[in-house]
């Protein structure tokens, strides 16, 4: 499948592994933001640096001022210790490119580079470099500092090793789950592991709030609601003879319903409040609401898919087949401005099965030529269709 010419996707498949061998956390985005740079001032696209404080806001002008296409790519990386083995693997310890965004962001200025060419587009085209997507806060800062303003309509993907290199996955409705987070503190009287009789033991109180915790969703929830609450650390205790008088549990709520939403923030506070009355204990929650769930109107995925149906064929372009409970930020933006998130096929025929996330995550560089002909496409597409409004 060439859908670039060889020139430029060496030059896509370099960036990304110069990113990748340079990762960067949230809001410290500042080297990859200075290459991105680098790439758009060698295509002459005027830019700007520091926005939202890391972010890059690329502007691609159009003979029509009216509505801009966005397309947008997130730019940071994880706190995870790399083993790949990669020969471009990560030269920051503890710090990775577990997620792909190093392919988003070479895909998109892959795209730049396309626009660039046109002699003409239908409309302007903004592109998004955003930063802090893993902290859920990226986006909703790049709208505070205008990234939206004369936005027409916004377009973004995500690389998937769930799907394979060469396709296109085109969902209408919930793509991407809301992602909450909590917080629950335990206090009680620790003491001697021989004389319990003589304490509240954390450790019981918190042990009994994982368990009860698991039933909300199995036991309150309509299973045809995709919901999941996961309690991901556990701290608690000194010593193995010390009965623990103060512990901490952390953990995330993932809904696709905003009532669903709503009961499980409920039940969870409900759980909190009674399992401390039970055993006598202080335990307090802070829940604090992440990402909205992503949603991709049908007339905005009925877009998208006809433009990737242009670039990967018909036969290429499919649908979810199960809830994703993966929280995205770029829901911020659809809640002000009409688009569509997609995902790009990205496991190639020999990959081994790691998942995002893991220590062991990369891709097949074969899907940075799908992303960036898709963006270009989109951005082309879209424009007309905003530039037939205007008119």
Same mark, same amino acid.
């Given at each position: ?32 933001? $200075? ?5 758009? &001032? ?7 640096? &520091? ?16 509505? %801009?296409?966005?397309?947008? !790519? ?13 020969? =471009? ?39 998004? +470099?955003?930063? %802090? ?15 939206? &303003? ?12 769930? =799907? ?14 809301? $992602?909450?987070?909590? $917080?629950?503190?335990?206090?009680? @009287? ?84 009674? /399992? ?11 829940? /604090? ?14 877009? !998208?898919?006809? /433009? !990737? ?11 979810? &087949? ?7 930020? +770029? @829901? ?11 995902? +790009? ?13 893991? $220590? ?24 007309? /269709? ?6």
């Amino acid at each position: 499948m060439d859908l670039l010419d060889q020139a430029l996707f060496a030059q896509i498949v370099e960036i990304r592994r110069e990113l990748h061998r340079h990762p960067e956390l949230s809001w410290k985005e500042t080297r990859t933001a $200075s290459r991105i740079c680098e790439f758009l &001032d060698d295509l002459g696209i005027a830019h700007r640096k &520091d926005v939202a404080g890391t972010g890059v806001l690329a502007e691609i002008p159009a003979a029509n001022e009216g509505p %801009a296409i966005a397309l947008r !790519a997130d730019i940071d990386a994880l706190p995870i210790h790399e083993e790949t083995g990669l020969p =471009f693997a990560s030269q920051v310890d503890g710090v990775m490119h577990a997620c792909g965004h190093d392919g988003h962001a070479s895909m998109l200025l892959g795209a730049a580079a396309l626009l660039a060419r046109e002699p003409q587009l239908p409309a302007p085209v903004r592109l998004i +470099f955003q930063p %802090a997507e893993e902290v859920g806060r990226g986006a909703p800062a790049m709208i505070e500092a205008g990234g939206l &303003d004369g936005v027409g309509m916004i377009f973004g993907g995500h690389l998937d090793r769930h =799907f394979p290199t060469g396709t296109v996955i085109v969902t209408d409705g919930p793509v991407n789950a809301a $992602s909450d987070q909590f $917080s629950i503190e335990i206090r009680g @009287s620790g003491g001697h592991a021989a004389r319990p009789h003589e304490t509240i033991d954390a450790v019981v109180v918190g042990s009994l709030l994982v368990m009860a915790i698991q039933t909300i969703v199995s036991r309150e929830v309509n299973p045809a609601h995709p919901s999941v609450i996961s309690v991901g650390r556990f701290d608690a205790g000194t010593a193995g003879n010390v009965i623990a008088g103060h512990a901490r549990l952390q953990g995330t709520i993932r809904t696709q319903d905003p009532e669903v939403r709503e009961h499980l923030h409920r039940s969870l506070r409900r759980i909190v409040e009674s /399992v401390g009355q039970l055993h006598g204990a202080e335990v307090t929650i802070d829940l /604090v609401e992440g990402v909205p769930v992503l949603v991709n109107s049908g007339e905005m995925a009925t877009l !998208a898919r006809q /433009v !990737a149906a242009q670039i990967v064929g018909e036969n290429n372009v499919r649908m979810l &087949d199960t809830a994703n409970m993966g929280g995205e930020d +770029f @829901s911020w933006y659809l809640e002000q401005v009409p688009g569509c998130y997609v995902r +790009f096929g990205a496991r190639g025929d020999q990959m081994e099965g790691y998942p995002s996330h893991s $220590s062991r995550f990369d891709f097949d560089e074969a899907a940075l030529a799908v992303g960036a002909s898709y963006y270009c496409a989109i951005a082309k597409e879209a424009g007309r /269709v905003v530039a037939a409004k205007a008119d």
